[in-house]
Each structure stands twice: as structure tokens, then as C-alpha cells.
């Protein structure tokens, strides 16, 4: 790595850091805030479900543009298109509170997932630069640095920012999606100025992916043909459907145990501490042990945090705590091991559609989890909900045991060679 690249990547990490904080807290706030708000407007557990799955939804509609975005035109065009589609939905949000306009919120809130999209993306952009023992490690440093504003956006959003609005006049829940438009701002304002040079100019591939005419079908049958690129794919979306699935309904369960709403951003905020404020650890780890292992390993701890959640009634907290900070520690560990094996199964020319495709299977995964949460909770109960979660987690173990074994029956078959003996 040359001293003008090791720069760079200084450069890029810093700003990448100091743009995640807010951005990951506009988006932690808004999360926390939309299956109450939901259902305050409509009565439905199941429109509430609907509505905080949108944001998944405008991740997956919005990943493959934002990763041809960045191909054509750099990392810091598309993390500021990004996030400025989610400050729109923030205010999009805001007024449907107004208004109790819950067809306007789920529009706001599938533009809130277009922010959510670029922060996943970010991830991505601080392995650009990266040494490739080191580049775990880079992830996991870009997803611990938004710890602070994933932590502390439920717990404002949900506390003061509620207090303050009604304070005004305001509907109380309408102060986190007025926070997270200020937060989107100030996020992409700092990537705008401060991220030069863009990371894939510095890499030489700007406009120039050998994938960027590929179609999305394409783009994923080159990601399953490749048996890394497999298990780092079923890790993230397994993870991503497991935490979302139980997140998304955690709110509305502990609401019909009457816990207040204080209580509850600070159960989500405790996930969101399990899901960012070991990454360095996690992708120390991942380092060190090898992406298989922590990718079994997060399946274990999604399972047993699924369950605790399952066996724990609305009116308990503790259990939820725990249960949360599990889902999110187990998430954290797919997550970072998937995308760590997914940027070194391809060549930097490929890299950023490819990373794109498997967000937008990630976040499909995560969609179609939170999308049928609701309705499973109204049919079969929150409990019965995380126990499937729990149990279908443990997919992650057995494809991280499975391709073990087949690269050491690789690594270990003889070579053949021609010729006479």
C-alpha cells in the first residue's frame, strides 16, 4: 500500500465516522419510533408490522441503484444521494405524525430505508482502502463508529425529542423524525465536504466495474457460483430476517404489557448496542479465527437470543434486554464475517455492484421478515414468532459447518499430475 493510499484511507475512515454517527442515529430513531406511531394511527399490529418493514424496503429498491451510482460516479456521490432520500422521508415522516397520515408514513419510511441503505453501504467504502488482513477489522471499526448515534438515537428519539415536541404542541412522535432530518443533514454534509479523494479514484476503477452492465439476476448468479460469496450472502440475509423479525415487533409486544415508552428505547437501544459497540472486537475476530467460525458462531448467538425474547411475557423487560442485546451481537457477527468473505471472493473491479446485489438480498431477506412480522404476531403470538426466528438462525451454523468441510476436503484432495510415471 503506498503512502498517498495509506492517506486516503485515513481520510476516508475519518469521514466516513463522523457521517455514520448522526446517520446511523436519524435512522436508530426513526426505527423506534414507526410501529407505535403506526399504531396509534391505525389500531392494526399488522399495519404497524407493515410500516417498519417499509424501511427494509426502500433498502432493497434502493441498494443496486445507490452501488451503480457509486460505480459511475464515486463512493461520496452515493452516500450523499443516499442519505439525502432518507432526510426526505424523515420529513415525509414528520408530517404524517402531523397529520396521522399513516399512507404518508410508510412513504417516509421507505425513504428513511434509502438512508439506511447507504449506511450499510458505508461498510463497503471503509474496505476500499483496506490491507486484506486488516479489512474486517476496517469494517468493524466503520459499523462500531455508529454506536453513539444508533445508541443514543432511540433513547433521545423516544425521551427528550418525544418530551420536547409535545412540549410545542406537537404529537410527541413526531419529535424523532423531526430529529432525524437535522441528523440526515448534518451526515451527509460532512461526507460531501470531507471525503476527497473518493476511494474507487484512488483504486482507479471510477466508472470502470466490469459488472456495472450486468442485470441484478446476473449480478446474483455470479455471487452463488462462487462458494464464498454463497455463505457470505445466506450470513448476512439470514441474520438480517432473524433481527428484524423479532426487532420489528419487540416495541408493540412490550406496548401491550403497558411498559412506557422510556422502557422500550431503552431495550432498543441496548440491540443497537449489540448490533455496533463490538465491532472492532467482532472484526478483530474475524481476523484472527476466519469467517466461518464467527459466522457459526453469530448463528448460535441470534438462536439464543431469539429464544430468550420468545420465553420472555410483555410485562418482563429484563428478558427483552437480554434477548435484544443477544440478536444484535449475533447479527454483528454475520454481518462483518459475510462482508469481509464477500469483498475478498472478487476482484476490485466487481466489487462494488457485487457488494450492492448482496445488500439488496440482505434487506430482501429483511423486508420479507419484517413484513410478515406483524401478521404472524396477530396470528400465532410474538412468542411463537421468535421461536421460529431463533430456530431458523441456526441455518447460519450448519452452512458455516458445511463449507468448512468442503474447503478442507479441498485444500486436502491430491494433486493430479499427467504423464508417464
Known sequence: MSFDQVAAHRNTMTTLMASVVPTTAAMAASYAAVAVLAEEITGSETLAGLAAASVHVGSVVTTVPLARRMTRLGRRRGLTAGWSIGTAGAALAFVAALADLYPLLVVGIVGIGAGNATNLAARFTAADLAPDDRRARAIGTLVWAGTLGAVAGPTIALGPAAYVARAIGLPELAGPYLLGVALFVVGLGVTQTRLRPDPLEVLGTLGKSAAQSASPLELGQRIFAVPAARLAVIAMLVGQAVMVGVMTMT????????????????VISLHVIGMYAFS???????????PHLAIGAGGVLLCIGAETSAHTSAEDSLGMFAGLLLVGLGWSFGLIAGSTLLTGAFPVSERVEVQGEADFLMTLGGAAAGLSAGATVEVVGFHSLSHWAGLGALLLLVAAAAAWYNERLRREKPVSYGGAG
Not at 251 to 266: C, E, F, N, T, Y
Not at 280 to 290: A, E, Q, S, T, Y
Request: aromatic residues 8%.
Open 280 to 290: 472492532p472486537i467482532v472484526g478483530w475476530l474475524v481476523d484472527r479465527v476466519g
Open 251 to 266: 416495541p408493540v409486544h412490550m406496548k401491550s404489557g403497558d411498559q412506557r415508552l422510556a422502557v422500550i428505547g431503552w
